[in-house]
């Protein structure tokens, strides 16, 4: 099992930016792939983004392309999320998550393809 920390979120304006980052700890996250989920209140929870255990390829939800952009440094056991040109829409809580098996992940915008989940970091966006 993995431990993950997320932090970076706050309050920001509509059109400005926020990075994220998820700390990994207890096991090596270099070959898994990892991913980047966010739940509105009242709402599901909903895939934002994904990257192989390489990071060579990147997966977004709709609402989040050419704005968003996840990556990863494996020396340092963290995941990233640049989230650029933010919107009211985008408040939520942010989860990072890890899969239980390494490398390739087939579903990677399914919330049940992953096992071990972060305690999320509030994203709020004022118009």
């Known amino acids: 099992q993995v431990q993950l920390v997320e932090s970076g979120g706050g309050l920001v304006q509509a059109g400005g930016s926020l990075r994220l980052s998820c700390a990994a700890s207890?096991?090596?996250?270099?070959?898994?792939?990892m991913g980047w989920f966010r739940q509105a209140s009242g709402k599901e929870r909903e895939f934002v983004a994904a990257?192989?255990?390489?990071?060579?390829?990147?997966f977004y939800g709709d609402s989040v392309k050419g704005r968003f952009t996840i990556s990863r440094d494996n020396a340092k056991n963290t995941v990233y999320l640049q989230m650029n040109n933010l919107k009211p829409e985008d408040t939520a809580v942010y989860y990072c998550?890890?899969?239980?098996?390494?490398?390739?992940?087939?579903?990677?915008?399914?919330?049940?393809?992953?096992?071990?989940w972060g305690q999320g970091t509030q994203v709020t966006v004022s118009s």
């Open positions: 998550a890890a899969p239980p098996a390494p490398g390739y992940l087939s579903l990677v915008h399914y919330s049940d393809s992953y096992e071990d």
């Open positions: 207890g096991r090596p996250i270099s070959t898994y792939a």
């Open positions: 990257i192989t255990w390489s990071g060579g390829r990147e």
